[in-house]
């Protein structure tokens, strides 16, 4: 699932908080994927995975590990975008969320900013 279906098109969320209610039934993989535009207008995304076993940073993308995460259950998972992005990419300053994307076999209620 991808908001806005279409990447060309950015959300322009200002907001420096997620907040997803979702069920995960299953241990297997799943990933958030967020994509933000710094305050020089850089597109740079972080993702969030079960996947991944470390943090990897890079000049464009950080992926971050999701260990331990509570099966079939409602959760409320918050993910603060602007410490996320403050301490992965270290002289930038967040501005907007372009979109989110999340590859999961899970039940989502709801999609908070």
Not at 12 to 30: N, R
Not at 59 to 64: A, D, E, K, N, S
Request: with cysteine.
């Amino acid at each position: 699932m991808q908001i806005p279906p279409n990447d060309k098109i950015s959300l322009g969320l200002m907001q420096g908080t997620l907040v997803f209610q979702m069920f995960l039934a299953s241990p297997k993989s799943f990933t958030i994927e967020v994509a933000i535009t710094d305050t020089q207008g850089v597109k740079r995304r972080l993702l969030f995975s079960s996947c991944s076993k470390e943090l990897v940073i890079n000049q464009y993308h950080c992926r971050i590990p999701l260990i331990n995460f509570p099966l079939n259950i409602w959760v409320n998972l918050s993910i603060d975008i602007l410490s996320f992005v403050s301490e992965c990419f270290k002289s930038q300053s967040f501005r907007a969320i372009d979109y989110i994307c999340l590859s999961a076999n899970c039940k989502v209620r709801r999609i908070c900013a």
